[in-house]
């Protein structure tokens, strides 16, 4: 297996974001079903439990969780940006 370099890993996840977005925002129509789209991807980026601890040094799994959050709000904000664009054209 070939030793991929930061940016070339950077880059395909960057593609790949870019693509569910993509997906999201076109499976997102004018129903009930477009408002569970987006609720379901807002409540993962939130944090649930209101049991951070600013002053703690956070955790290998706490460190993984919250760069998945993080990840899930940049696929639901581009998405919606997209969306907000179609409906503007």
Do not use: C, H, Y
Request: hydrophobic share 45%; glycine share 4%; charged share 30%.
């Amino acid at each position: 297996m070939s030793e991929l370099t930061n940016e070339e890993i950077e880059g395909r996840l960057n593609a790949q974001r870019e693509t569910l977005a993509l997906v999201v925002a076109l499976l997102a129509g004018p129903d009930k079903t477009s408002e569970r789209i987006w609720a379901e991807l807002e409540a993962r980026f939130q944090f649930q439990n209101n049991q951070e601890d600013p002053g703690a040094v956070p955790s290998r799994a706490f460190a993984i969780e919250s760069a998945m959050m993080r990840e899930f709000k940049l696929i639901f904000e581009e998405a919606r940006a997209r969306k907000t664009e179609w409906n503007a054209e």
